[in-house]
């Protein structure tokens, strides 16, 4: 999730609540009114329509390709994700009313340095403390993306106040997690978002960045960079925490993963704010079974891929209204049996695929799309998932967030990343059949993406790797049997 979205700000219009603990709470009655299923539905779907291309080059229509990427057709699950969103926003402000003494008192405690977080009782009105959410779902199935529109479209990122209570308020923050899940790393880019943030309000430039740094510029000591932090987020009532890449945290040592989970563990009980986690299912294993850790997780929503009928035929909808070419595609059963096939309904695979075809049909001059060019260019354009997609289709268990990771991260461009998780994959058990199919993914993938000599040197160790597997006994095993 890009940090670099257009910040959006609102001055404060108090709304009328009949929850007890949300009246005279101005950081929960600015917020805006909750959005009912149709409302919500019209103000997230996005269908994107191709312009005229009969005066456009084939350059220009190659370059127009890639708004096909912003169509978005909402589902109830998106709806019932707003919905958890908002819930876990508004329960997070109940603890930190502004107007209240004990809170301004409460405050001014947590940015004494000389005061220890244990000796500070938070002030209390609710049953529960902040909460969190961890959203999850196979790459690829628009987590992200949908987080990211809910936010930016239901609901201002800054609020301005100008009452006798006249703060500026960050209803939310999104930032990576780190590739190295660093908690210095992560902190700065917080504290360099909120700085972004307060820059383009009321409050004006700000550099809460440099306080994190000493003179070298180098980061200070982490306990002192987690009180600036801690300060700076109740200063500005910081609604909503959002961390992407969550799964990062897997590929990091135990003790960089111990002391980032204390850490969301301490912004959201101690300090009542919430986060939303967003990352791949196995990211899962990283939270051990204890209630304590449990806890940690939050509230797991698991976004589903497209597998039901009605919002399969809206999303075929909207991708076949979208053709700059001359020989148009008439929707079919049979095409939209095809792109389910190879798809498994995974959003930014079939983004990525149509536009793929588009982008065939017009370098080739066919100026059509065929259920051939369809499979050819899936073929090429996804190595990885052949066998990955059709696992899904038929309802097989398996390593399918694996492998659609490492497609994710080659996507985005970071080669190294997809090769670290397509090793941590090969480490696990295969079976001598599942090691075949994966070896021969690869080979066709060092073929059609381009790799640095370090890299392909990687890549054949994963190859070699691969085949200590399949010299052992075969037996008639699929990827999902043998785990």
Known sequence: MSNKNRITIAQAQYRESHVSTHQDNPLILAIPERLDGKHFRAKLTNIVVAADHTQMSDDERLAELPMLRQTRVINIQHFELYNEIYDLLSQGYVDRNPTRTDVIAWGYDVADSNISLEQIERPSISQTTADAIFLTGMSGTGKSTLVNRILSQCFPQVIEHNN????????????????????????????????????????????????????????????????????????????????????????????????????????????????????????????????????????????????????????????????????????????????????????????????????????????????????????????????????????????????????????????????????????????????????????VLITEHSFNDEQLSKLQKIKEHLHKNIESIRLPKTLEHGE
């Not at 111990?258 to 301490?266: A, I, N, P, T, V």
């Not at 792109?339 to 990525?352: D, E, F, Q």
């Not at 991260?409 to 670290?420: P, V, W």
């Open 164 to 443: 006798d209570f006249d703060d500026v308020q960050v209803v939310y923050l999104s930032v990576d997690m780190p590739h190295n899940a660093n908690r210095s790393a992560l902190i700065s880019s917080i504290i360099r978002e909120l700085d972004r943030v307060l820059s383009a309000s009321k409050f004006g430039q700000c550099d809460y960045s440099s306080s994190i740094r000493n003179s070298t510029g180098k980061y200070i000591n982490i306990d002192r960079m987690v009180d600036i932090l801690r300060t700076i987020l109740l200063r500005h009532h910081v609604g909503i925490l959002v961390i992407d890449e969550f799964q990062n945290l897997q590929v990091a040592s135990q003790r960089y993963r111990d002391e980032m989970l204390q850490l969301f563990d301490e912004l959201s009980n101690t300090l009542s704010i919430p986060n939303v986690k967003i990352g791949t299912p196995d990211t899962i294993q990283i939270f051990d079974k204890k209630g304590r850790h449990k806890r940690r997780v939050g509230a797991t929503f698991e976004l589903s891929r497209i597998n039901n009928e009605r919002d399969w035929t809206a999303m075929m909808n909207a991708i076949i209204g979208y053709q700059p070419i001359n020989k148009p595609m008439v929707l079919s059963d049979k095409i939209c049996d095809l792109l389910m096939a190879l798809t498994a309904g995974v959003h930014s695979i079939l983004m990525s695929l149509w536009e793929a075809c588009l982008a065939e049909a017009i370098r080739s001059g066919s100026e059509s799309i065929t259920e051939s060019l369809i499979k050819k260019t899936f073929n090429k354009r996804f190595p990885l998932l052949k066998i990955v997609t059709r696992n899904i289709n038929q309802g097989k268990s398996g390593r399918h967030s694996d492998l659609l990771t490492v497609q994710q991260y080659l996507d985005a461009g970071n080669e190294d990343f997809g090769i670290k998780f397509l090793n941590k994959l090969v480490q696990k058990s295969l079976t001598p059949e599942a090691a075949q199919q994966v070896s021969a993914d690869v080979d």
